[in-house]
């Protein structure tokens, strides 16, 4: 959990999946997140070799991140916790109404 835990990586994860990114694109692809909390996450998945951060020395000076064989290997449990998900959200919506009504 240490690795995977945080609410974004999993999402980091699978869009470094489809290729190459930059840190500002990743901040426009998650709006909801503050720029920060990305960054931060990025930091935390370099460190445990999930993603592979490189720089480039032109003008301007950029970085992208990557995704590691090891960060490919997690794929397939993301998709499955993805699964689980959509599969156990309408009886979650349903614990949430009557929990709604409960309070009212």
Known sequence: MEVMGGKWKS????????GAKRPSEL???F??????????????LEMHGIVKKKIFS???PHSEYS????????LPIIEQLEEWGD??????????DMEDEIQS
Do not use: D, W, Y
């Not at 709006?31 to 935390?44: F, T």
């Not at 995704?67 to 997690?74: A, D, H, M, Q, R």
């Open 87 to 96: 599969h156990f959200r309408p009886t979650m919506k349903k614990l949430l």
């Open 67 to 74: 995704i590691t064989e090891t960060g490919k290997s997690l």
């Open 27 to 29: 901040h426009r692809l």
């Open 11 to 18: 999402c980091i994860i699978q869009e470094l999946s489809l």
């Open 31 to 44: 709006e909801e997140a503050s720029p920060r909390v990305i960054n931060q996450q990025l930091k935390e």
């Open 58 to 60: 032109e003008l301007p």
